[in-house]
């Protein structure tokens, strides 16, 4: 199945776009989703322990299940304010 | 001409939670919270502006650039107002931030907290602010005399109770 997978801030340049469209496994976890976009751009290993995850525009956990179409968005330390 | 629905003007009214590109500036949430409230119920109104500095960290900065998750920042907005009302019952919030370049002196985000009582209005407000640096999915890039760099903060997860916590005894210290 395909997702696609928005990048925000440095995870952005890093991979060099702001969304990306890729093809997990059926079932797969957000961080599945993760781990296969880490394998592909190793600097991302960085932001093991620091990242979070929202799944269609909503919080969500690395271990929640994503499904065809979803859009899945990886979320580095914030800075706003 | 005829009159146009009055839906138009309420679609036309200042929202309490936003994020866009537009330049920032208190009196619109001031103007928002009265709309929304009941009159003389409120006694305080505290306002809080977030400027961007010419320094940081030793740094001379040049300016900012921010970038948000904006669907999503406007959720976690809506969720530190809730947890605004849950722990200062009756207070009320009002949050805008901004996304885009912003030059030296320019607002990155303001916020107006409302209530019958000046304590609460100041803890709200001060909550907000520590809030939104700690759960808001929106990133600063800062270009100073030398370089540039993503300023990372805080790890973006709302349930985390001890952020929620500090920011509460911030709020109330």
Redesign the interface.
């Known amino acids: 199945m395909r997702v696609t997978v928005?990048l925000?801030?440095?995870l952005?340049?890093i991979v060099g776009a702001e969304e990306v469209e890729r093809e997990v496994a059926p079932g797969a976890t957000a961080g599945a989703v993760w781990r296969q976009l880490a394998a592909e751009f190793p600097a991302l290993g960085d932001y093991e322990r620091?990242i979070?995850v929202?799944v269609n525009?909503?919080?969500a956990r690395m271990d929640a299940a994503v499904g065809e179409g979803d859009e899945v968005?990886f979320?580095?330390?914030?800075?706003?304010? | 001409m005829p009159e146009p629905p009055a839906t138009l003007y309420t679609d036309l009214m200042t929202p309490l939670l936003a994020i866009g590109p537009e330049p920032l500036g208190l009196e619109p949430l001031v103007a928002a919270l009265a709309e929304g409230g009941s009159a003389g119920v409120e006694g305080a109104v505290v306002g809080f502006l977030g400027l961007v500095r010419n320094h940081n960290a030793g740094r001379r900065v040049r300016y900012l650039e921010y970038q948000a998750h904006e669907p999503l920042a406007l959720k976690a907005f809506e969720r530190i107002a809730a947890e605004v009302g849950g722990r200062w019952p009756g207070a009320r919030l009002a949050l805008h931030h901004r996304v885009g370049r912003l030059e030296i002196g320019e607002t990155s985000v303001a916020i107006a907290a409302a209530s019958a009582h000046r304590a609460e209005a100041y803890a709200a407000c001060r909550y907000a602010i520590e809030r939104v640096k700690q759960i808001a999915p929106i990133w600063k890039r800062e270009f100073f005399e030398g370089g540039d760099v993503w300023i990372e903060g805080a790890t973006a997860d709302p349930d985390d109770r001890t952020a929620r916590e500090h920011a509460e005894r911030v709020a109330c210290a």
């Open positions: 928005r925000f801030a440095r952005r340049d620091s979070s929202a525009a909503d919080y968005a979320l580095p330390p914030v800075s706003g304010g």
